[in-house]
T-cell receptor
Framework: DVKVTQSSRYLVKRTGEKVFLECVQD?????MFWYRQDPGLGLRLIYF???????EKGDIPEGYSVSREKKERFSLILESASTNQTSMYLC?????????????FGPGTRLLVL | GDSVTQMEGPVTLSEEAFLTINCTYT??????LFWYVQYPGEGLQLLLK?????DKGSNKGFEATYRKETTSFHLEKGSVQVSDSAVYFC??????????FGRGTSLIVHP
């Protein structure tokens, strides 16, 4: 089974802090994704990566950056956390380029920015 | 653009009731369609999918049929259980391997 793990289940940070969220997948998937999940808004794509060192902006990239130095690891960075970045963050991975590809999700990191 | 609209929740049912969660999508291209489920405290996982018109996806007693004429992919189950309580997300591909998700529908099943 594909396993996607995220470094923390819960995080509490202060406004202005730099925050790193880590995601690791163990199935050699090419594609990795970061979403945020908010009540009433569903999942929104922040960034994605289709290969090592490659990254593409999603639908809401403002205030975020990402890093993919190794195939199995995809990091989301909040350069200067703000209260409106309080959310649930979900990492996902997939393989291939077809429209039918399944996404495999981690358990999520619930981030609270005070 | 490519979007998915699903019914707002929560949907509250008694055990063994029939379930329908409506989902419609914008009719651009020939998308693949998905239902994902998120159990409490977990990430999303694929429940079922369909890749072309008239295909039926099924899993764990849930079914959904890809209806091109009505641009719909409604999720159904004949007899829900308490363990089906979760948030259900409808999704469509957007011309690539990247999906667009609906806002999610919470299902609460009472014993």
């Amino acid at each position: 089974d594909v396993k996607v793990t995220q470094s923390s289940r819960y995080l509490v940070k202060r406004t202005g802090e730099k925050v790193f969220l880590e995601c690791v997948q163990d199935m050699d998937h090419e594609n990795m994704f970061w979403y945020r999940q908010d009540p009433g808004l569903g999942l929104r794509l922040i960034y994605f990566s289709y290969d090592v060192k490659m990254k593409e902006k999603g639908d809401i990239p403002e205030g975020y950056s990402v890093s993919r130095e190794k195939k199995e690891r995809f990091s989301l960075i909040l350069e200067s956390a703000s209260t409106n970045q309080t959310s649930m963050y979900l990492c996902a991975s997939s393989t291939g380029t077809g429209e039918q590809e399944t996404q495999y999700f981690g358990p999520g990191t619930r981030l609270l920015v005070l | 653009g490519d979007s998915v609209t699903q019914m707002e929740g929560p949907v509250t049912l008694s055990e063994e009731a029939f379930l329908t969660i409506n989902c419609t999508y914008t009719a651009t291209g020939y998308p693949s369609l998905f239902w994902y489920v998120q159990y409490p405290g977990e990430g999303l996982q694929l429940l079922l999918k369909a890749t072309k018109a008239d295909d039926k996806g099924s899993n764990k007693g849930f079914e959904a049929t890809y209806r091109k004429e009505t641009t719909s992919f409604h999720l159904e189950k004949g007899s829900v259980q308490v363990s089906d309580s979760a948030v259900y997300f409808c999704a469509r591909s957007r011309g690539s391997y990247i999906p667009t998700f609906g806002r999610g529908t919470s299902l609460i099943v009472h014993p």
